[in-house]
């Protein structure tokens, strides 16, 4: 076998063999928000800090997106402890190599505090703790994504004469500062889902993606227009829980870094354009047992006699997984819903799940139940739909695994019939509670001391996240938008 056929059983010893032919390598590790901060090293340190670990500044959690620094000093990074180091830990096992410049290896990283336990914020490092959790109990977790994005031709960059222009994402960016969004011209026009057309005008770059994302190890199982213009889905490879995460991440990496090189910009954000659908970031979750990976969400035989005709074909211990899901869902909302706009796409009518809901095979609800007779009995699961293409998929599965299994561990019962069909969200069948309606108030109940989010994740996580939350929202708060001044520049 050659060394890099199955990285997971990569050791120390083989690292000098497997960059023998390299002169330098990348490092990434993921921030709070979902974003891969990393840096280009020499092959001479990478190979001297392999098992140790390297100090990572610890400033990627003391900032926000766009690196400024959080209005409140948070416990991780601030000014006070100087913006210390934590350490980066190299995961072997996420061994792959760049496509996009010259096959550069890669490795991601998970931080610790410098005296070595797992660092709260760390979203790789929380999914893990969850995982922990249920393996000591013996179960495993599957998972899959499927993630939506709009593209946008970027704009000719207006440089000098004597230099290169170049259309990217970079060209886009300084577009925006001088004109209205709406400027920015879509990749394609019009409603057209699922089309066997529209890839075809770009195809190279359709076809770039598709293979680039084989090279980079996070490989797309269906890859298709969706309805909007310019805008499509990418469903990944379904497998274990941590390593989807991780191809979660890199697929958008790798979605961003090869389409500025066609002049395409990917777009991400939960609602890019008013009254057109929004960006969806539905995930796909069952349990397994470990030792056989049997699904522990499927029955064995069909139950004579549910307590809804939903669940007839859902164990025991999927109807505890779901009622936890249920119940803990309205707590989580800044998880699975973490920026100002993504609350833009969480609105009634537009295919986006708005209350505490769940049916059989119910794309309006928020969490759709997979199971027979349309599905095999091998293949049940829960595809939870209120989170955007925005969210942070180690947060979004680590939440997820998170609230199932506390409903395991308590035994709770589903509160709230299923939604029929032709039912749906919002209305008088509809027994949940709305959720939250904005980033404020998903963050104060996040934030709440008998929230569910500290029972499964703990003050310090709770406490850092809400905290960039609540720097999000005064950013928000202060902004003074084009609506407004259109409105009333003449008018008050």
């Not at 961003?256 to 960006?279: E, V």
Request: charged share 25%; with cysteine.
């Amino acid at each position: 076998m050659a060394i890099t056929d199955d990285p997971s059983e990569l050791t120390h010893d083989d690292v000098p063999e497997l960059l023998k032919n390299d002169v330098s390598v990348k490092v990434g590790g993921t921030d709070i928000d979902g974003i891969i901060r990393g840096k280009l090293m020499s092959k001479k340190k990478f190979l001297s800090i392999a098992k140790s670990g390297f100090g990572f500044c610890s400033v990627i959690f003391g900032w926000d997106m766009h690196d400024q620094t959080y209005f409140k000093e948070l416990k991780i990074s601030n000014a006070e402890n100087g913006y210390r180091d934590i350490v980066a830990i190299v995961d072997l096992s996420s061994f792959r190599r760049i496509p996009w410049e010259n096959d550069v290896p890669f490795f991601l990283c998970s931080f610790q505090e410098p005296e070595g336990q797992s660092l709260s914020a760390c979203p790789r490092s929380l999914l893990k703790r969850q995982c922990d959790k249920i393996e000591a109990n013996g179960f495993g977790a599957l998972a899959g994504a499927e993630l939506e994005f709009y593209t946008f031709r970027a704009p000719q960059a207006q440089l000098s004469s004597t230099s290169n222009d170049q259309r990217n994402s970079t060209a886009t960016a300084t577009f925006l500062k001088s004109n209205p969004v709406n400027d920015l011209p879509h990749l394609e026009e019009g409603m057209f889902g699922y089309s066997l057309t529209r890839p075809a005008q770009n195809n190279d770059w359709y076809y770039g993606i598709f293979d680039t994302c084989i090279k980079f190890r996070c490989n797309i199982e269906g890859w298709h227009t969706e309805s909007g213009p310019g805008v499509y889905e990418a469903a990944l490879e379904y497998g274990e829980i941590k390593q989807m995460a991780d191809r979660a991440a890199l697929f958008k990496l790798a979605v961003k870094n090869t389409s500025s090189k066609y002049g395409i910009t990917p777009c991400f954000m939960a609602k890019p354009r008013q009254g057109l659908p929004g960006n969806s970031g539905h995930v796909h979750v069952s349990l397994v047992d470990l030792k056989t990976q049997k699904n522990l969400f499927a029955r064995e035989q069909p139950d004579p006699n549910p307590a809804y005709p939903d669940l007839k074909h859902l164990s025991d211990l999927g109807r505890h997984f779901l009622a936890g899901l249920l119940e803990g869902l309205p707590d989580v909302m800044p998880i699975v819903a973490p920026t100002i706009n993504s609350y833009k796409r969480l609105v009634e009518n537009f295919w986006a799940p708005v209350t505490v809901s769940w049916g059989l095979e119910h794309r309006a609800a928020s969490i759709r139940l997979i199971a027979p007779p349309t599905a095999p009995s091998k293949s049940t699961r829960f595809e939870v739909r209120v989170a955007g293409a925005d969210a942070n998929p180690y947060l979004v599965f680590a939440t997820i695994l998170a609230l199932g299994y506390r409903g395991i561990e308590k035994k709770l019962e589903i509160p709230i019939p299923p939604l029929g069909k032709g039912q749906d969200v919002g209305g008088t069948a509809d027994k949940g509670v709305r959720l939250a309606k904005t980033l404020k108030d998903a963050t104060e109940r996040f934030a709440r001391k008998e929230s569910i989010a500290r029972e499964v994740f703990g003050d310090d996580f709770v406490d850092h996240f809400a905290g960039t939350r609540e720097h999000e929202i005064r950013l928000w708060d202060e902004a003074v938008t084009d609506w407004e001044v259109k409105r009333y520049i003449e008018t008050v």
